[in-house]
């Protein structure tokens, strides 16, 4: 490990003494060590069956086509069971793969070959495969994929903030669109609905209500008919796959000399010949019937974090409670299915060959959320025992899948949060936090029905779904505001993009006489911003249901069954339609112009013309200038100074929000979550009065710039809470990164801090915290040395991750978050 004497987290002192945490799980170990660390390989059978099947289809409706589609990879697609695994059901071949989806990513296909090359998220691929993906493959979707349609449509103006070429393939990472690399929004499953009912039975209701419909309606027989047509198929789909696994499991049964491992195989075939046909029996019917819908909704759809788990402490209780009730069924025997699931879960990748969607989401990432706690529809703590079993597992079994989300309220019960705090204390970043407090009364303002916004699951990164009343799924836009302050500073330009005239020219900053004039100008910048990235969000809206359709995902929403519509339309009726757009460099936007306000104009200690020639020698030659604009108020030291600010363009984003929400009928709202996109937008922006470096990472979320928030964790909160509008309900998650010494929170009384700072957070209402509990040494010394901390796992945005696995610029990031040491 390290030479430094210091307190160690749990995890980092597993590293440092090299603790074998295999006794008791060494079949899950045996399934984790053939594939962990290891390169993933690209599985083309996807891409290959579902490519023939539309290739057949064209000219029918696009959700028919695809549940044609998808039915044809349920018949063709090679299944596996992963070798001593209890659960059955793949994506792809065995060991750690990637699925291909050409009806996204089929115009990028000239750059497969390198994908082992690339530094972030290598990939391998054979070239035999990568000869039928180009030659058989990508050809039909020549000029039918949506990024080509996107690409076209967008006018000069729009294309000239979102592209850096022709084609599209390279963002210029100021407005950018996130449609074009995944075909929807994170999403959540009805999964109670499957266990309950099974597929036969919503296969019953596709045909009933197909039957009701008017024969001599051209609309019924044109839109609806097809719909329910598909709803049938795919529910046929999935039951085939599920009984073709039933199959290969008796095949190995009768190979299998071990008679052990031969039960289990006889009766994984025949769990898979009844799930998800058919409601679940007990808990292990439930775990295989939900884990075939979490499988198959991968070879449905590229969903942003992949489609989550939902609140499986709910709808898994009952399953659980009866058998241990029974006899059935022993807690451990429950947490080590959960655990097949994870390493199961692991084993997928989520692979983007799109460049720009791979420097979003760095470290492999996807994020499979599991919600535990909170409440029930009726208002009371929904605490149960497999809320513990789900804490008690990622601290004895650290993986990064799932990724662990705890719902919180003003009654969590003090249990709870006492072994949330020790989960925390273990250093892996699990699990992540979400408030009642704060999401329920904001979903019940913009509409929800209250017992459906106490059902809420996490979902995504930070996000929250309510899956039979939310209805939205386009990829929404990424706002680099960091580059307002830089082109009001340059009169419109930014140093990346030399002499060319990207935003507004609002005049030389030099002959601006009140911080009101500059103040104007930035305001004119950052508004040009937002009506660049409404107008392509409309854009992104209107053609995104000309090439997607997600069968699976509406055949088990309530109003798309109700209503004849694929989830990919662009309005269903009674359905909420909750979007965001994503401000990024919140933190740093703010402190560059509380630089401005102060130093400037207020205090004059520096003329603006110093500050200009500093930023543009990217402080070269200029320390002493850089040091005197650091020592202004920053975000994230409870400074109303700042929070003013901060507040101020908050309320300036929900304002612009409102108005063209309410035209469109989607709440666009104020987001703060930029997974790992800080990292490459901060790379073209040049150095900002905020005494930030040229090309550097920009603020994450809402989390304060590095280094700028010394007054402690608790300032941290009260900057969050000052700066939020809460009299205004356009605004979404506000991701909160906060990273302590594992000093700090040492022992019991540390423990109690813990939870004590949660019910802080809880009591101000703040959308989101997670945590990193490790030593800045360690990440050094992990930097230098990655092959003695290959396990070490750091949280980054709403996931985890090995730390080893990050490219260095996102390893910097994380190294220079502000470490608190006391609380």
Not at 68 to 92: F, H, Q, W
Not at 159 to 177: A, C, P, Q, W
Not at 425 to 433: E, N, Q, Y
Request: net charge negative; aromatic share 10%; hydrophobic share 35%.
């Amino acid at each position: 490990m390290t030479n430094y004497d210091c307190c160690l987290s749990p995890q980092e002192a597993r590293i440092a003494n090299s603790v074998d945490t295999r006794a008791g799980r060494e079949r899950i170990y045996k399934i984790l060590d053939s594939f962990h660390m290891t390169t993933p390989f690209i599985d083309i059978e996807r891409a290959r069956y579902f490519t023939e099947s539309m290739r057949a289809t064209e000219g029918q409706p696009m959700v028919l086509r695809w549940a044609k589609a998808l039915k044809n990879c349920a018949e063709k697609m090679t299944v596996y069971i992963t070798p001593g695994s209890l659960i059955a059901g793949r994506s792809g071949k065995l060991g750690r793969y990637g699925i291909l989806y050409p009806e996204i990513d089929g115009d990028f296909y000239s750059i497969l070959g390198d994908l082992d090359k690339r530094e972030k998220s290598p990939f391998k691929i054979t070239k035999e495969e990568v000869d039928i993906v180009v030659n058989e493959i990508a050809p039909y979707w020549k000029g039918k994929t949506y990024h080509e349609h996107l690409n076209g449509a967008m006018p000069d103006d729009l294309r000239g903030v979102t592209y850096d070429d022709d084609m599209g393939l390279k963002s210029k990472f100021v407005v950018s669109e996130t449609s074009s690399y995944r075909s929807a929004l994170q999403w959540v499953h009805d999964y109670d609905k499957v266990l309950k009912r099974g597929f036969n039975d919503i296969k019953r209701e596709a045909q009933e209500r197909m039957a009701e419909l008017d024969d001599q309606s051209p609309v019924q027989m044109w839109e609806k008919r097809p719909f329910y047509e598909a709803m049938v198929i795919i529910c046929d789909a999935i039951v085939l796959w599920a009984r073709r696994h039933a199959a290969l499991a008796r095949d190995l049964a009768a190979k299998e000399t071990d008679k052990v491992r031969k039960a289990e195989l006889l009766a994984m075939a025949d769990r898979c010949e009844r799930m998800p046909a058919e409601p679940a029996k007990d808990f292990r019917d439930a775990i295989q019937s939900q884990w075939f819908v979490q499988m198959f909704s991968r070879i449905e759809q590229k969903a942003s974090a992949i489609i989550s788990n939902g609140r499986m402490d709910q709808y898994l209780f009952p399953f659980y409670d009866q058998d241990i009730k029974a006899g059935i069924l022993t807690p451990g025997q429950a947490k080590e299915l959960l655990e097949m699931m994870w390493v199961e879960m692991a084993q997928f990748i989520d692979l983007y060959i799109n460049p720009t969607g791979n420097e979003f989401n760095e470290g492999y990432a996807h994020w499979e959320a599991v919600t535990i706690g909170g409440q029930t529809p009726q208002g009371e703590d929904a605490t149960n025992e497999l809320s513990y079993l789900f804490l008690e597992s990622k601290r004895e079994f650290p993986l990064n899948y799932p990724d662990l989300a705890a719902r919180i309220h003003s009654c969590s019960p003090e249990r709870f949060l006492a072994e949330i705090a020790e989960t925390i204390k273990d250093g892996s970043g699990f699990p992540k936090l979400i408030n009642d407090e704060e999401i329920i009364p904001l979903y019940t303002a913009k509409g929800a029905p209250y017992d459906q916004a106490m059902d809420y699951s996490v979902s995504g990164c930070t996000e929250a779904r309510m899956p039979n009343c939310e209805t939205y799924t386009s990829g929404c836009v990424y706002i680099n505001f960091a580059t307002a302050i830089e082109m009001t500073m340059h009169n419109g330009r930014m140093l990346k993009y030399g002499d060319q005239v990207i935003g507004l020219e609002t005049g030389d900053v030099t002959r601006m006489k009140t911080w009101e004039e500059f103040y104007d100008a930035y305001l004119k910048q950052h508004n040009n911003l937002l009506v660049k990235a409404f107008r392509q969000q409309y854009i992104v809206d209107s053609l995104r249901p000309q090439h997607f359709a997600t069968p699976l995902a509406s055949v088990l929403h309530d109003l798309c069954m109700k209503e004849g519509l694929d989830l990919q339309n662009q309005f269903i009726p009674g359905g909420l339609e909750y979007s965001y757009f994503e401000f990024l460099g919140y933190g740093t936007v703010v402190d560059s112009l509380a630089a401005i306000k102060k130093v400037v104009f207020e205090d004059k200690k520096l003329t603006m013309d110093e500050v200009l020639k500093a930023i543009t020698a990217n402080f070269e030659g200029y320390e002493d200038v850089r040091a005197i604009l650091r020592s202004a108020p920053s975000y994230g030291n409870n400074d109303r100074y700042a929070d003013a600010i901060a507040k101020e363009i908050d309320a300036v984003c929900q304002r612009y929000a409102q108005k063209y929400s309410e035209e469109r009928g989607v709440n666009l709202d104020v987001r703060y979550v930029p997974i790992t996109s800080h990292v490459p937008f901060g790379k073209v922006v040049s150095a900002l009065p905020n005494g930030r470096e040229a090309w550097t990472a920009l603020s994450d979320g809402s989390s304060a710039s590095h280094g700028a928030d010394h007054m402690g964790p608790t300032a941290v909160l009260m900057s969050n809470y000052h700066s939020k509008n809460r009299g205004m309900k356009n605004r979404a998650s506000r991701l909160l990164n906060v990273k302590l010494s594992p000093k700090v929170v040492e022992g019991e009384a540390g423990t109690q801090k813990l939870v004590d700072m949660i019910r802080t957070w809880c009591d101000l209402h703040l959308w989101h915290i997670q945590f990193n509990i490790i030593n800045k040494q360690t990440l050094i010394a992990a930097q230098k040395d990655p092959d003695k901390y290959r396990s070490l796992l750091v949280r980054i945005a709403g996931y985890s991750a090995y730390f080893c696995d990050l490219s260095r610029d996102l390893q910097n990031d994380i190294i220079n978050r502000t470490e608190h040491q006391q609380m």
